[in-house]
């Protein structure tokens, strides 16, 4: 996907020379958790809002340069890539450097989300299904031979949670076949996670119980 359309350059960079007072003035006026901070024309980091507020006003950015916060993105960088950034670095702002550390100016969030929004595992019709197992003992080529061998595409997956050394992988797939596709999952040793009205597994398990009780109540 192309991201460098979406590059913005409404913002000048504040100076490391500047005083606190301008920075806490233009947060004021903007929503953006950061604003970027060049120094002889090269950037150097991001000012937070949180710490522009905190810092006296009568001082200049270069007092506090330790806060700083250098993080950024390449022009060509890749969108998932500059998804991370912002998810690493809790900001809704990512400056955008070229090759040779010029400062070109800043992706919004909410710009590189719609990208996410418009690729098939959101917009494409399909179902949702979680599975789990250990860390050494799925691969996503076993996911996708499960689904693919029961004659349904996948849309996308991503590894949702990792704990207690196990690994939840999250699915989207077409519509048809989820029955066949969780039990198979089931053979091959996979939890599923998640709960669906197709599985008859758990509806025999459920009327069985149901069975039981009413037996033990008799």
Sequence with gaps: ME???????D????SIEAELSEVQNAFNQLTYSHIPVVENNTYIGCIS???AHCFDSDRPISEYRYALEGFFV???????DILEAFALHNSN???VLGDENNYLGYYELGDIMSLFNNTPFLNEAGAII???????DYSFSEISQIVESNDTQILGLFISKI???RTQVTIKIGHSGM???VQTFRRYNYSVVSQHDEDKFLKDLKERSDYLNRYLNI
Aim: proline residues 5%; aromatic residues 8%; charged residues 30%.
């Design 3 to 9: 991201t460098q359309n979406y590059i913005i350059n």
């Design 11 to 14: 913002i000048t960079p504040f």
């Design 49 to 51: 809002e949180t710490d």
């Design 74 to 80: 390449r022009e060509k960088t890749n969108w998932l």
């Design 93 to 95: 702002i990512m400056p």
């Design 130 to 136: 979680v599975v789990e197992k250990g860390n050494k």
């Design 163 to 165: 704990e207690d050394e």
């Design 179 to 181: 029955n066949a596709i």
